[in-house]
């Protein structure tokens, strides 16, 4: 039934652009179409959120039936979940909303993309020569092929989660990384010394081969030894 009044809908409640690294841009469009029995007026939109923008949009009158793109712009500007709200607004129908979600990654020495599965390690330790990482120190997953397919910056902590990233079945032409059953291998960067080391692992738990959604908690070292550990309990 036609609606008796000034009437709007949205193509997209929700949009989430995924995984992207930090100061790259990533666009999607919604569409918003007037369905009810006279003008929408005076049409406007405003974006609220860390990373998320749109082009100027003059405020306009949509007729009956017609529609309007929105090109929402995503440009993380920090690692970790950012949230954002795009909302139409006009004079006599109710603001839409639409929420918006997105995660940042930081990239340094090591380049790799994201893709739809990972395997998470948790590097409980870690040491250059036996000396302890520093910030800007850089910790790097390799797949067999030598297909960088996680790093992680060090900052202050002295642990860390990488996700290893699994290849996307979907780019046949582009290997991204890891398939089920494949061994990790693991890269230093020494920021002080601007190089890459080899990284010898020890795993403390968890599966020694890449597994979609995995879990595997480890220790590295530049060291031909391993660490000792001595269950306390």
Same mark, same amino acid.
């Given at each position: 039934?036609?609606?008796?009044?000034?009437?709007?809908?949205?193509?997209?409640?929700?949009?989430?652009?995924?995984?992207?690294?930090?100061?790259?841009?990533?666009?999607?469009?919604?569409?918003?179409?007037?369905?009810? %029995?006279? =003008?929408?007026? /005076?049409? $406007?939109?405003?974006?609220? &959120? #860390?990373?998320?923008? *749109?082009?100027?949009?003059?405020?306009?009158?949509?007729?009956?039936?017609?529609?309007?793109?929105?090109?929402?712009?995503?440009?993380?500007?920090?690692?970790?979940?950012?949230?954002?709200?795009?909302?139409?607004?006009?004079?006599?129908?109710?603001?839409?909303?639409?929420?918006?979600?997105?995660?940042?990654?930081?990239?340094?020495?090591?380049?790799?993309?994201?893709?739809?599965?990972?395997?998470?390690?948790?590097? %409980?330790? =870690?040491?250059? /020569?036996? $000396?302890?990482?520093?910030? &800007? #120190?850089?910790?790097? *997953?390799?797949?067999?092929?030598?297909?960088?397919?996680?790093?992680?910056?060090?900052?202050?902590?002295?642990?860390?989660?990488?996700?290893?990233?699994?290849?996307?079945?979907?780019?046949?032409?582009?290997?991204?990384?890891?398939?089920?059953?494949?061994?990790?291998?693991?890269?230093?960067?020494?920021?002080?010394?601007?190089?890459?080391?080899?990284?010898?692992?020890?795993?403390?738990?968890?599966?020694?081969?890449?597994?979609?959604?995995?879990?595997?908690?480890?220790?590295?070292?530049?060291? #031909?030894?391993?660490?000792?550990?001595?269950?306390?309990?």
């Amino acid at each position: 039934d036609l609606f008796i009044g000034p009437e709007m809908v949205v193509d997209a409640d929700n949009i989430d652009f995924g995984i992207t690294p930090v100061g790259e841009d990533r666009q999607a469009s919604v569409t918003f179409t007037s369905t009810g %029995s006279i =003008a929408i007026e /005076n049409l $406007e939109f405003a974006i609220e &959120g #860390d990373g998320y923008s *749109i082009e100027n949009i003059d405020p306009q009158n949509l007729e009956v039936g017609d529609e309007v793109q929105v090109t929402i712009t995503r440009n993380a500007q920090n690692e970790g979940e950012e949230n954002g709200i795009l909302t139409a607004s006009s004079d006599e129908t109710d603001d839409l909303v639409v929420n918006l979600t997105g995660i940042g990654i930081l990239l340094g020495r090591f380049e790799y993309i994201p893709t739809e599965e990972s395997h998470v390690i948790r590097i %409980s330790q =870690a040491d250059i /020569n036996g $000396e302890r990482l520093v910030a &800007g #120190d850089e910790i790097a *997953i390799l797949t067999p092929g030598g297909i960088t397919a996680g790093a992680v910056i060090v900052e202050n902590a002295q642990s860390w989660e990488l996700h290893a990233w699994g290849d996307d079945p979907e780019t046949e032409e582009v290997v991204e990384g890891f398939v089920e059953g494949e061994a990790f291998t693991f890269r230093f960067y020494d920021s002080e010394a601007d190089d890459e080391l080899p990284a010898n692992s020890t795993y403390r738990n968890g599966p020694e081969v890449w597994e979609v959604d995995g879990r595997t908690n480890i220790t590295l070292t530049t060291l #031909d030894i391993h660490f000792n550990w001595i269950d306390t309990d």
